[in-house]
């Protein structure tokens, strides 16, 4: 990732990662590369009582790596090491693993840096104009088309930003 586009990373504990059973790609990303620590949408990512609490929901044990503008988790899978957003008792996919996550939260800012620079109330009203988030829509149809499907995070997060 590009290290000018956010402020500061959530480098996770290689040790914690390795007690989940995390592919070792996925362990290397997570401790040496990370996540924003924020970032649009809103996501607040990392540490927050304690690194990586576990949860078991739908026979999926997941990982929290932090939580979305609505306080609702991101977690990882320990098993598929997918991403997900825990909304109520469903799991909402975010990304098929936490590369791709990063790839597509740097993305989507630059699309919101971009729309911001043009109307610096854009991201705060929730109306960024389509033509803003176009190639944020096309990098997800090249890279990670399952998180455009109906009822997916980035699905819904576009609905929130009132793209058409």
């Known amino acids: 990732m590009d290290a000018a586009i956010f402020d500061n990373y959530s480098k996770y504990p290689i040790t914690r990662l390795s007690k989940l059973g995390l592919h070792l790609s996925t362990i290397r990303f997570l401790s040496e590369v990370g996540l924003p620590e924020w970032c649009a949408p809103n996501m607040y990512l990392g540490e927050e009582d304690c690194w990586l ?63 911001v620079e043009s109307n610096d109330t854009a991201f ?18 090249d890279n990670e088309p399952k998180a455009l499907i109906k009822g997916s995070f980035w699905q819904s997060t576009l609905n929130w930003l009132k793209y058409t």
Request: glycine share 2%; net charge negative; proline share 5%.
């Open 53 to 115: 609490p576990e949860l078991l929901i739908q026979n999926e044990k997941l990982a929290v790596l932090g939580s979305d503008r609505d306080d609702k988790q991101i977690c990882i899978s320990t098993t598929s090491n997918e991403v997900f957003r825990l909304n109520n008792s469903n799991l909402d996919f975010v990304a098929t693993n936490p590369a791709l996550f990063g790839k597509a939260l740097e993305e989507f800012q630059i699309c919101i840096n971009a729309a």
């Open 124 to 141: 705060t009203d929730n109306n960024i104009p389509s033509v803003f988030l176009k190639p944020f829509i096309v990098w997800l149809t």
